[in-house]
């Protein structure tokens, strides 16, 4: 089977508009979470999100395309672009095999929205041509396809939460079979809408603590209420090792593992199970390494938080075999589809730059969440191995794991 490494890492979220600005504040602890300035969340029982601030589309599409492609598209482009750059892609680099797989959870909801209502108050014939375009999950791909010529397969998870992780471990699968020598990762999700908010409230998924937006996302504290939407962009590009070799590319890792499992059980309710069966198949993949640290789902949930927990315990033997843990969302919200491939990028930088992101808002402990959660500040570590983790609403789970790429 062939070799998959990391060569290109591109972030765009709450805290940043670029990987190492937002890498940067999470390491230091900032929080993007604040007061909903999308539209008016008065009327709302939740009122914060992580929301991308000052995003300006037309750094990365011209301005007559921009209607064309919903927000969670021009937030994929953007971290494809920096994903590209920093990988060192060329002219040179042969693009009839090398691909995308793309993720997002929901896709373009904003779109579907606003034309919804435009359909029902003023018609039909007033729909946007430009709808269906800009709303398709898939078509995060195909623009991304073509701003880069991309001509190798294009694919798209469209899993809920794991969609960014799902997309990581298909285009290791391509890479790894020989239907493509490099694939591009982008997931990206911008949810941050009237029916995308008023829909997880409903749900009582999300943290109402609408006047304390700073510390209302607390993973694994023990008065966690719910998780805050965020949105963004994660972008990795993968490459087959012989190939990033030939043309020089800085190696950041190599994707060691990847596991995949379906609970089987409730379509919005985790088990501890299948999260476990899929941290299970990527460790077994991987060949049983050491694990230095676990970037959890972590979503501040108390179902999930919980489970989790529980999963990891089981994986490794025990409370006091559990590498440390901790989770980003506190930071930037929970950015559904593209969370798998944003905390992707934030556990290779983390390895790379030796320090564990802490899980900010810690402070009731949980007997039933009782971890190292890398509690309020980072810390410095050698990290050889890391993990990160994506669960999705039907029970829909995902594993990467990366490991320092030795030569």
């Known amino acids: 089977m062939r070799r998959v490494v990391v060569t290109g890492l591109g972030m765009i979220n709450s805290l940043g508009h670029d990987k190492e600005s937002s890498f940067d504040a999470i390491i230091n602890g900032e929080c993007g979470i604040d007061k909903i300035t999308l539209f008016d969340p008065e009327k709302f029982a939740a009122q914060i ?4 601030k000052d995003f300006d589309p037309t750094t990365v599409m011209d301005a007559k395309e921009v209607k064309k492609a919903d927000r969670f598209i021009q937030f994929g482009l953007k971290a494809a672009q920096e994903a590209m750059a920093d990988a060192e892609i060329d002219e040179s680099v042969e693009r009839e095999r090398f691909g995308v797989s793309c993720a997002s959870g929901i896709g373009g909801l904003p779109a579907i929205e606003r034309n919804s209502v435009i359909c029902e108050t003023r018609g039909p014939r007033r729909i946007s041509p430009f709808f269906i375009p800009s709303a398709l999950a898939n078509m995060l791909g195909g623009f991304v396809s073509i701003y880069n010529n991309l001509k190798g397969p294009n694919l798209g998870s469209v899993t809920a939460c794991a969609a960014g992780t799902h997309a990581i471990g298909e285009a290791a699968k391509t890479i790894m079979i020989g239907g493509a020598d490099r694939m591009l990762v982008v997931g990206a999700e911008s949810a941050i809408c ?7 409230a409903s749900m009582k998924a999300l943290s109402t603590r609408n006047d304390d937006p700073k510390h209302a996302s607390r ?3 023990a008065q966690r209420d719910g998780f805050i939407m965020g949105e963004g962009a994660g972008a990795l590009v993968l490459e087959e090792l012989e190939s990033a070799k030939s043309r020089g590319a800085k190696i950041y890792c190599e994707l060691v593992g990847f596991g995949e499992s379906a609970d089987a059980n409730h379509i919005t309710t985790p088990t501890m199970d299948g999260p476990l069966r899929a941290m299970k198949a990527a460790y077994t993949m991987a060949g049983e390494p050491q694990i230095d640290y676990v970037n959890a789902h972590g979503t501040s949930t108390p179902v999930n938080d919980k489970n989790e927990t529980a999963a990891m315990k089981e994986l490794f033997g025990g409370k006091e ?12 919200g929970h950015c ?4 798998g491939s944003i905390e992707a990028v934030i556990s290779i930088m983390a390895m790379e730059k ?3 992101p802490p899980t900010i808002n810690y402070e009731h402990p949980d007997e039933n969440c009782d971890l190292d959660y890398v509690t309020n500040a980072a810390r410095e570590a050698e990290l050889n191995v890391v993990m990160s983790n994506s669960f999705g609403f ?6 990467v794991i990366f490991k320092k790429y030795q030569g």
């Open 219 to 221: 993973p694994f504290d």
């Open 336 to 339: 559904l589809g593209a969370a």
């Open 354 to 356: 030796g320090v564990l």
């Open 49 to 52: 999100a992580g929301e991308v």
């Open 321 to 332: 075999k559990c590498p440390p843990v901790s989770s980003t969302k506190g930071q930037i």
């Open 194 to 200: 009237p029916v995308g908010i008023g829909g997880f």
């Open 394 to 399: 039907g029970g829909t789970n995902g594993v």
